[in-house]
């Protein structure tokens, strides 16, 4: 402790010396860089040692000395998550921390749309300024590698390109008002069980090609100022202190200058946090979700044991500048910015985002001509089904949240048709989960009394009188459902819900199935009802959208951001090997953390998602980027500007959308490129460019697309670069990936 004393003197006095002027790391008109180098040149080790380690849940020391204020995190990524205790995860109750909830991140990308994704990282960004947060844990890209992954609903699908064309506009619109985006969880956090002790083998083409792309483009496109370290292992050391992912790719190769966290308690070894490139270590001695330890901050690894491995010479202090630099940056850029808006909370502009993207995020699979409902011929309506009464805002892990209001699937149901019809509530199914976390409830949990036969007979007998059935289940947010720590136990829907929708099906012709979930489900009964519509966890407006939608009062424009396989063994994942993963004998082999380690093999390589089904020839339920509307459009005149490019040569393909219908509607025209000729295996197509364009009945748009070297590469693992091989290509153009409507081929030469 003298020794500390003794520096902070000497820093004390130093400061003495420059105080008859303005600081440099005060003046606002000077550059970042130059504003950190003289901040971390008036700090002491041990406010330096101080500043890389947290000092509550969600909290890290700014320098106090110096006026630099704290660092405040927040999750993310759906709302912002309400105050906790200083050392525990249990809830504050304070009064006034009741959030809008905005669609879960697989509903952004189900809108294919960058500008609603700029809309909601911009809301979602004043309102952690508001709340006076630093950074927002979010937003989320893991790519959705299996149905059962119970994290899914919190990352944007299955396609890097989907990914990472909407996750930079997110990253953008959060960090416009000062705060800095945390992009998690990096790398190759595929899955949820075991998340601790699970190491990942995977050949470099997979990594660069599929898991990669959409974490790269947060860095260059978005810049984006903060990367969260995921809790698995890669090359057997732990991701958020892994030499491979955090200094050779992220910042060396890509040149990210933000702040690396460590997920909450992803940290297990003192030497490994110093040198491998994490910046800022947060949560340890916690799961990340409910154990805590209070106190424990000064025996993070970052903390005390740094400050005696720098004491003994076994570290230098090189390394911890480049944290604190990092840091530094990170607040300069935060709560030392200038002219940083004041942000705003609860706001109609943001209930109105909420609603725009939840409305535009709904993915219409089937439409036999019963849909939009036909108010005239809907004397009653029978609502059925548990999800149409919950909150889904509540539960799946840290994204949950405690709403100012969330209006659920009956409400806005009621709200919408209640004038014109009669509507019934039958709960039909009771999963007895209770999705309540942190003291806020997920409503409705306890209150059923009748038996499992008696819901699902009072169910089928009120569909035999009404008019229309709209039938509202799915997953939820309970474990092993859409959950973080958990993954889903099966592909089919839980709780007998199969035989109830069949049951319904009999019953009743003028069915409407509506899936909320943020996962493919098996839909067995999909040939025996007429409409079904795929919701997702909408947020506060949800009951608000759905109606909109079931109504015709907006017409149905989302588009899966991952491919529905008719049953689960269709899939890549056969072996236990590639999921959930096996014991093969290796631990974690360092002090603080020697559990056994599940080794897990993306043997499967690229071909995930619809590249997989496409390569097997495999029919899905529904194919990645398919979606219905109550409108009909056509794509004609593809056209490119020349029949072959040279390697620095753009090319413009053009083609014609009109809708034909007799309503205003949107579609999103995909473009994929297929490799014709080459040395290695490529899919048989690829997301390469896509445009949501809304268009009057009878309206026609010219679209375009400039396509470029980059949109033909793979990964050359052996000599580690991207390379695009002369020959022949198509590109592919259509309104889903089994939707191709329009074809032309060019050569690279
Ligand atoms: C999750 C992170 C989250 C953090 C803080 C962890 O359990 O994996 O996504 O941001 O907790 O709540």
């Known amino acids: 402790m003298i020794w500390g004393m003794t520096l902070l003197a000497t820093a004390c006095t130093s400061h003495r010396n420059v105080s008859s002027q303005s600081p440099v790391y005060l003046d606002e008109s000077k550059s970042i860089e130059e504003r950190v180098e003289d901040a971390l040149s008036r700090m002491t080790l041990e406010e330096k040692i101080d500043m890389t380690h947290a000092q509550s849940k969600f909290s890290s020391p700014g320098v106090p000395r110096l006026g630099i204020p704290e660092i405040w995190c927040t999750d993310g990524p759906h709302g912002i998550r309400p105050e906790v205790f200083w050392d525990e995860w249990d809830q504050a109750g304070w009064t006034n921390d009741s959030c809008t909830a905005y669609p879960a991140l697989t509903g952004l990308a189900a809108t294919w749309n960058k500008d609603l994704s700029h809309l909601y990282g911009h809301s979602i960004g004043e309102e952690a300024r508001y709340r006076k947060k630093s950074v927002l844990l979010g937003p989320g890209v893991n790519i959705c590698r299996t149905p059962l992954n119970g994290r899914n609903f919190e990352y944007m ?24 985006a945390c992009v998690k969880h990096f790398a190759l956090n595929n899955a949820e069980s075991n998340r601790h002790t699970t190491n990942i083998h995977i050949d470099d083409r997979t990594l660069h090609e599929i898991y990669l792309p959409a974490f790269k483009a947060a860095v260059q496109e978005g810049q984006a100022w903060a990367i969260m370290g995921s809790y698995n292992l890669y090359r057997h050391i732990w991701c958020s202190h892994n030499p491979y992912l955090l200094n050779d790719i ?25 040198k491998n490139g994490l910046d800022l270590e947060y949560g340890s001695w916690t799961n990340g979700l409910t154990m805590g330890k209070t106190n424990a901050y000064d025996n993070y690894f970052l903390a005390d044991p740094y400050r005696e491995g720098i004491r003994s010479g076994k570290y230098g202090t090189e390394e911890l500048d480049e944290k604190c630099r990092r840091i530094l940056r990170l607040i300069f ?25 939840g409305t535009e995020s709904i993915v219409l699979l089937k439409n036999e001509d019963i849909l939009p409902i036909a ?26 949240l405690k709403v100012e209001h969330e209006i659920s699937p009956l409400e806005g149901i009621r709200t919408r048709f209640g004038q014109s019809s009669e509507i019934i509530f039958e709960r039909g199914y009771d999963s007895h989960t209770n999705e309540g976390y942190n003291g806020v409830s997920a409503g409705k949990e306890a209150d059923e009394t009748r038996s499992a036969a008696e819901l699902f007979n009072d169910a089928i007998k009120a569909a035999k009188k009404a008019d ?48 909320i979930s943020g996962n493919p489900v098996a839909m067995p009964w999909a040939d025996h009802v007429p409409a079904i519509v795929q919701s ?17 009062d907006e017409n149905p424009s989302g588009k899966l951001p991952f491919t529905y396989p008719v049953q689960y063994s269709d899939g890549p994942l056969k072996e236990a090997a590639q999921y959930p993963g096996v014991l093969e004998g290796k631990t974690g082999g360092v002090e603080a953390y020697d559990e056994p380690i599940h080794e897990m093999y993306y043997s499967e390589g690229i071909f995930v ?30 056209h490119l500007d020349r029949t072959s490019i040279r390697n620095n040569e753009s090319l413009k393909v053009t083609a014609t959308l009109t809708n034909v ?5 949107a579609e999103v025209v995909q473009l994929y490129i297929q490799d014709e000729e080459s040395s290695v295996e490529r899919p048989l197509k690829e997301l390469k460019g896509f445009t949501k364009v809304f268009l009057e009945p009878g309206e026609s748009q010219d679209i375009e697309f400039s396509i470029d070297i980059e949109s033909l590469r793979f990964y050359d693992a052996t000599t580690q670069q991207w390379v695009a091989e002369p020959g022949e290509f198509a590109i592919h153009l259509g309104t889903s990936s089994d939707k191709i409507l329009q074809t032309a081929k060019f050569s690279l030469r």
Not at 162 to 175: E, H, N, R
Not at 256 to 271: E, L, R
């Open 536 to 552: 997702w966890y909408l947020g506060s407006e949800a009951g608000t959208c759905l109606a909109a939608i079931l109504s015709g």
């Open 250 to 274: 992220l910042k060396k190769d890509w040149g990210f200058d933000g702040v690396v966290i460590s997920d909450w308690g992803a940290v297990h070894d003192t030497d490994e946090a110093v």
């Open 157 to 180: 699908g299955e396609d890097p390109y989907l990914a990472s064309t909407l996750v930079v506009p997110y990253i953008q619109g959060v960090q416009e008002n000062g705060v800095a």
């Open 468 to 515: 229309y059935v709209i039938y509202v289940g799915g997953l939820n947010k309970a474990a092993h459902q859409d959950c973080e720590d958990t993954d889903r136990l099966s592909y089919e829907l839980p709780y007998g819900q199969n035989e109830l929708i069949e049951a319904l099906a009999a019953v009743n012709k003028n069915l409407i199935v509506v899936n």
């Open 661 to 665: 219908g007799e309503r205003a509607g």
């Open 375 to 400: 108010v005239e011929k809907a004397k009653q309506i029978l609502v059925v089904g548990e999800n149409a009464i919950k909150m889904m805002s509540v539960g799946g892990g840290s994204s949950s």
């Open 609 to 638: 998602g619809y590249r997989w089904y496409e390569k097997q020839a495999i029919k899905p339920q529904f194919a990645f980027g398919h979606g219905l509307s109550y409108t009909r459009f056509e794509l004609n005149d593809i």
């Open 333 to 357: 850029r935060t709560e030392m910015a200038p002219d940083r808006p004041f942000g705003r909370f609860t706001c109609p502009e943001h209930y109105e985002a909420a609603r725009k993207i």
